[in-house]
């Protein structure tokens, strides 16, 4: 059974918080925990998130061996033979791990439980994340799923290059910034690496993708991998809620040179960085250094 019934899918670029490097590193610090486990159980205590846990899904993974842990943009997979646990963070999520029996607070509202005396925890203040079930044969079917089939390239894969975000940004007259956080065109750059790789490649968030020059974009596409490659070396960028895997916060806001810093003096110029609105979010830009 693949709950599928979505009337209003996510859309990525309404978020701050986490992004790519984050879910990447909450990933990477539960993956070696929970790969060869078996689940034994799930406890729910609270099932309305984005979208109602499914009712069955205790069912569905209990005694099952947890093949391996993956991720597609945002989206965290936790395979079994019989099916893929597909998690989103949401805007205030996170997944971490807790020794079996470990007491829980206001907004702990699941725990899977292993065979090895841990429990993998999922804590949402706000509970915009979602906890969802796809049937499946295999680790990459999941990518079927209504949530992830439109999703476009890894932005750290070969398949994410210039010339192809050239051929996808042709004709196009929507603000470079928009067209980088849309998901269907790269997944996984949001709000804050947007606005920090539009910084690096020198370009200004207001000029339309359409007559953006072919070294700008070859600049753009180097500058977005190095940007979200560096925040995940760094676990991360917390800004309130986000820890990763380990219970710990992320240290990429110590390098970030535009995001939240609207008004300061720019890092490379010393001019005043100015704020304005692009798709219903806060962009932060250097108007001498992106013109």
């Not at 590193?25 to 060869?36: D, S, V």
């Not at 079930?133 to 476009?152: F, P, V, Y």
Request: glycine fraction near 8%; hydrophobic fraction near 35%.
């Amino acid at each position: 059974m693949t709950v599928d019934c979505f009337p209003v899918l996510f859309n990525d670029s309404l978020f701050d918080m986490p992004e790519l490097p984050e879910v990447e590193t909450t990933k990477r610090g539960i993956q070696p925990h929970l790969e060869g486990r078996i689940i034994t159980s799930l406890i729910v205590r609270q099932p309305k998130l984005r979208w109602p846990i499914p009712a069955e899904l205790n069912s569905y993974i209990s005694n099952q061996t947890i093949l391996c842990v993956s991720r597609r943009g945002k989206y965290i997979g936790i395979h079994t033979a019989t099916g893929t646990v597909i998690i989103h963070l949401g805007m205030s999520g996170s997944l971490y791990l807790v020794a079996a029996g470990t007491a829980p607070l206001f907004h702990d509202h699941v725990d899977m439980c292993l065979n090895n005396g841990q429990w993998l925890r999922y804590t949402d203040p706000r509970r915009f994340g979602s906890i969802l079930w796809h049937e499946n044969t295999n680790d990459t079917d999941w990518r079927t799923h209504t949530l992830l089939a439109s999703l476009g390239p890894e932005p750290l894969t070969d398949e994410f290059n210039a010339d192809y975000l050239i051929k996808r940004a042709k004709g196009k007259t929507q603000a470079i910034k928009t067209f980088i956080m849309n998901s269907k065109q790269v997944v996984g750059v949001g709000n804050i690496y947007a606005n920090e790789a539009l910084f690096s490649a020198g370009i200004n968030p207001h000029t339309k993708a359409g007559v953006i020059k072919p070294k700008q974009f070859m600049l753009l596409v180097e500058c977005i991998k190095t940007v979200l490659s560096k925040a995940i070396e760094q676990g991360g960028t917390t800004l309130k809620d986000f820890v990763g895997g380990d219970g710990k916060p992320g240290y990429f806001k110590q390098s970030l040179n535009v995001y939240g810093r609207a008004g300061e003096a720019c890092t490379t110029c010393s001019s005043t960085l100015e704020e304005t609105r692009l798709g219903q979010r806060s962009t932060v830009f250097c108007p001498k250094c992106q013109k």
